[in-house]
């Protein structure tokens, strides 16, 4: 089968559209294999329109290490622009296949922000403004395209480059425990070094996330020569449930501060030290271009922007 290329204007000839969207799916799934199984073809086809595409360039496109690839700087430079293209392309087609007048807004949400901290925006927005709302809540990273998506929030944007960010406000990490549990240890400092290590909650936000507050982090915060713990005590992957035994007295939480507002309004949690850990990235609403300026998704950011807390 012969390859078709496309002449533009000013003389410039377009690369081979099938190698362009190989390399669009292999630089974003981080493999041939993978990206193969999306476009159904296998990982030799993948390998075979990449290097269609390097030499219509003569630029290397991916380093190859066995089975592992990762982007060069011709890579780097060309994905995100090339990723748009296909998203605004796939957006096209969208609308016009969807009638856009009573087409609902989907928005897909981090878990915790979704249970702590979204739902009461998502219901006033939906009474203010009339626009419904198809909601997902989903751990990153998420396929814009393939699940027709209009707004992510989540926390910091490194896994979608290409897109439109929008930060949503910044946060710190706040020890939290029932009442109760405060009680069990009357004369706690400031360290709360005289909690036994046991009784601390530690949250792992998973391998997609490096840089979530962490108990050891906070304690040399407030103590630059603070021992390490000796007993993990509990661990959990989840911040809704941690937030959920630290209620129950199980033990003391660090969790961002917005996602234990209500609870500590209620008086079901306490914090039991003054010292707060900065979080290292902002949460945001990241945005395909192709849907930033639509007035629904332009009334959606504003109203995000105006009832954060």
């Known amino acids: 089968m012969g390859i078709i290329s496309?002449?533009?204007?000013?003389?410039?000839?377009?690369?081979?559209?099938?190698?362009?969207?190989a390399f669009e799916a292999a630089a974003r799934c981080g493999s041939f294999v993978l990206a193969?199984?999306?476009?159904?073809?296998?990982?030799?086809?993948?390998?075979?329109?990449?290097?269609?595409?390097?030499?219509?360039?003569?630029?290397?496109?991916?380093?190859?290490?066995?089975?592992?690839?990762?982007?060069t700087d011709a890579g780097e430079m060309m994905y995100p622009k090339l990723a748009r293209a296909f998203e605004e392309m796939s957006e096209a087609a969208r609308i016009v296949r969807s009638d856009t007048s009573t087409r609902?807004?989907?928005?897909?949400?981090?878990?915790?922000?979704?249970?702590?901290?979204?739902?009461?925006?998502a219901i006033t927005f939906t009474e203010e403004t009339g626009i419904s709302l198809d909601v997902r809540v989903q751990e990153d990273p998420i396929d814009f395209e393939?699940?027709?998506?209009?707004?992510?929030?989540?926390?910091?944007?490194?896994?979608y480059p290409g897109?439109?960010?929008?930060?949503?406000?910044?946060?710190v990490a706040i020890p939290v425990c029932a009442p109760w549990f405060c009680e069990a240890y009357?004369?706690?400092?400031?360290?709360?070094?005289n909690v036994p290590d046991n009784k601390f909650i530690h949250n792992k936000w998973?391998?997609?996330?490096?840089?979530?507050?962490?108990?050891?982090?906070?304690?040399?915060?407030?103590?630059?020569?603070?021992?390490?713990?000796?007993?993990?005590?509990?661990?959990?992957?989840?911040?809704?449930?941690?937030?959920?035994?630290?209620?129950?007295?199980a033990g003391i939480a660090l969790v961002p501060s917005v996602l234990a507002k209500t609870d500590l309004a209620s008086g079901l949690l306490v914090i039991p030290s003054k010292h707060a850990l900065k979080m290292k990235k902002d949460y945001v609403c990241v945005i395909p271009h192709a849907r930033f300026d639509t007035s629904a998704v332009?009334?959606?950011?504003?109203?995000?922007?105006l009832n954060w807390a």
């Open 186 to 193: 009357p004369n706690m400092d400031e360290a709360l070094t």
């Open 163 to 171: 897109y439109r960010e929008t930060r949503l406000f910044s946060d």
């Open 146 to 159: 393939r699940e027709a998506i209009d707004i992510r929030l989540t926390y910091g944007s490194a896994l």
């Open 6 to 21: 496309f002449t533009m204007g000013y003389g410039h000839t377009l690369p081979p559209l099938t190698a362009l969207r």
């Open 298 to 305: 332009r009334q959606f950011s504003a109203h995000l922007a």
């Open 206 to 249: 998973g391998s997609n996330y490096a840089s979530e507050p962490l108990w050891s982090d906070w304690r040399r915060q407030v103590e630059s020569d603070a021992t390490p713990f000796s007993d993990a005590g509990l661990t959990i992957n989840d911040l809704t449930f941690a937030i959920a035994t630290a209620k129950r007295g």
């Open 104 to 121: 609902q807004l989907v928005v897909s949400v981090l878990p915790a922000l979704a249970k702590l901290w979204f739902l009461p925006k």
């Open 36 to 71: 193969g199984k999306e476009l159904s073809v296998s990982s030799a086809a993948i390998s075979l329109q990449i290097k269609t595409l390097e030499d219509h360039l003569g630029k290397k496109l991916f380093v190859r290490k066995g089975n592992r690839i990762s982007l």
